[in-house]
């Protein structure tokens, strides 16, 4: 094994948006929201919480809790679609914010999957040059990517970013292994667009601006299906039963999708670490927030096994293992 997690952060913006916010600007109900999508509130980023700024601020808890500084990082990346900027990357933002001069740094966008696969990247970068530290964000301000007058969708998602400062080391703990997909020819089910083309022959059909679109009934059939699959094959390939799981940590989109995959998989729901209620879906922050909050309430014990899974725009999804 080799690539292990030294120290965990992540920063939620201040403003609360409940569904009784929501009910005043759409035609919904706190009870409606809460028993499809399991979500009470969520975090709305205001001035100077740029996606940046929280990924700065996740990342600079995540080096305290590693007692790591700024310049001993090789290696930054950022998972998220909703960067202020297309570029410079967050990742470059972040980089200098933090003072890590020592650091490359780049983006991934693989929607709510982001940073599965971020995570898959930092463990094989680390394997291959083992005497780096690298810092993984997921960060995302989807407020600024939602059409606040669409009501299957804005209830939906919320602000956030969660960080992971990892290294390489000889001994049986970090990323046991990941099982990763993608399925591009299923992405008019959930996408968004880019700004509108200055090349009028580039410029997309109906393009509605850079909001999320979805259709919901289909994400939610397709997720449950694919991040089960991608579970069973990789504990298959590993020998390990999911009763050796001593924690899963889902991507929190929606707790019915999350009660389904628990059900199929008959994992016991007490190992399942959930807090979709407060912050809904955060996207590719999702997982390091998660991360975050479990590793700080104590439920992540050395030696754990760790079970992580996600689903996203792309379609993309995949599971990871990690003991701890
Ligand atoms: N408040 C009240 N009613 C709403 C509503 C809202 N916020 N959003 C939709 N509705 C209405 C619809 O208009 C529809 O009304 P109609 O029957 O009069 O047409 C009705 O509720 C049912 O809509 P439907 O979309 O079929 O609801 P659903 O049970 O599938 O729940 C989701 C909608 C979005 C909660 C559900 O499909 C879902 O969770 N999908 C997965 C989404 C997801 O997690 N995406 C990210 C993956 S990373």
Same mark, same amino acid.
């Given at each position: 094994?080799?690539?292990?997690?030294?120290?965990?952060?992540?920063?939620?913006?201040?403003?609360?948006?409940?569904?009784?916010?929501?009910?005043?600007?759409?035609?919904?109900?706190?009870?409606?929201?809460?028993?499809?999508?399991?979500?009470?509130?969520?975090?709305?980023?205001?001035?100077?919480?740029?996606?940046?700024?929280?990924?700065?601020?996740?990342?600079?808890?995540?080096?305290?809790?590693?007692?790591?500084?700024?310049?001993?990082?090789?290696?930054?990346?950022?998972?998220?679609?909703?960067?202020?900027?297309?570029?410079?990357?967050?990742?470059?933002?972040?980089?200098?914010?933090?003072?890590?001069?020592?650091? =490359?740094?780049?983006?991934?966008?693989?929607?709510?999957?982001?940073?599965?696969?971020?995570?898959?990247?930092?463990?094989?970068?680390?394997?291959?040059?083992?005497?780096?530290?690298?810092?993984?964000?997921?960060?995302?301000?989807?407020?600024?990517?939602?059409? &606040?007058?669409?009501?299957?969708?804005?209830?939906? =998602?919320? @602000?956030?970013?969660?960080?992971?400062?990892?290294?390489?080391?000889?001994?049986?703990?970090?990323?046991?292994?990941?099982?990763?997909?993608?399925?591009?020819?299923? &992405?008019?089910?959930?996408?968004?667009?880019?700004?509108?083309?200055?090349?009028?022959?580039?410029?997309?059909?109906?393009?509605?601006?850079?909001?999320?679109?979805?259709?919901?009934?289909?994400? =939610?059939?397709?997720?449950?299906?694919?991040?089960?699959?991608?579970?069973?094959?990789?504990?298959?390939?590993?020998?390990?039963?999911?009763?050796?799981?001593?924690?899963?940590?889902?991507?929190?989109?929606?707790?019915?999708?999350?009660?389904?995959?628990?059900?199929?998989?008959?994992? @016991?729901?007490?190992?399942? =670490?959930?807090?979709?209620?407060?912050?809904?879906?955060?996207?590719?922050?999702?997982?390091?927030?998660?991360? @975050?909050?479990?590793?700080?309430?104590?439920?992540?014990?050395?030696?754990?096994?760790?079970?992580?899974?996600?689903?996203?725009?792309?379609?993309?999804?995949?599971?990871?293992?990690?003991? &701890?």
């Amino acid at each position: 094994m080799g690539a292990v997690v030294l120290g965990t952060g992540s920063c939620l913006p201040g403003k609360v948006l409940t569904n009784h916010d929501l009910e005043k600007i759409i035609d919904t109900s706190d009870e409606w929201i809460r028993s499809r999508t399991g979500i009470s509130t969520r975090r709305i980023s205001g001035k100077g919480e740029e996606t940046y700024k929280l990924a700065e601020t996740a990342a600079r808890r995540a080096l305290v809790a590693s007692q790591v500084s700024a310049d001993e990082i090789d290696l930054i990346i950022v998972a998220t679609m909703s960067s202020h900027m297309i570029m410079p990357s967050c990742a470059c933002f972040v980089q200098n914010e933090l003072g890590a001069a020592n650091a =490359f740094a780049y983006d991934i966008n693989a929607a709510c999957s982001g940073f599965l696969f971020a995570l898959d990247s930092g463990e094989k970068y680390l394997c291959a040059e083992r005497d780096k530290k690298i810092l993984l964000i997921g960060a995302e301000t989807l407020s600024s990517r939602t059409d &606040w007058k669409d009501r299957n969708t804005c209830i939906l =998602f919320g @602000d956030g970013a969660g960080a992971v400062v990892m290294e390489y080391r000889d001994d049986n703990c970090g990323v046991v292994a990941s099982n990763l997909f993608s399925d591009g020819s299923l &992405w008019k089910l959930l996408y968004m667009h880019n700004a509108p083309s200055y090349n009028p022959d580039l410029e997309q059909p109906d393009n509605p601006g850079a909001h999320i679109l979805m259709e919901g009934r289909e994400v =939610f059939k397709y997720a449950v299906k694919a991040m089960e699959g991608a579970i069973r094959e990789l504990l298959d390939r590993q020998n390990i039963e999911l009763s050796a799981i001593d924690l899963m940590i889902p991507h929190q989109a929606n707790i019915r999708i999350l009660n389904k995959l628990v059900s199929r998989l008959g994992i @016991d729901q007490e190992k399942v =670490f959930i807090n979709v209620q407060k912050y809904g879906n955060t996207s590719a922050a999702s997982i390091p927030i998660a991360l @975050d909050e479990a590793n700080r309430e104590g439920r992540l014990k050395r030696d754990n096994l760790l079970l992580i899974c996600s689903f996203g725009g792309g379609f993309t999804w995949g599971a990871s293992l990690l003991r &701890w």
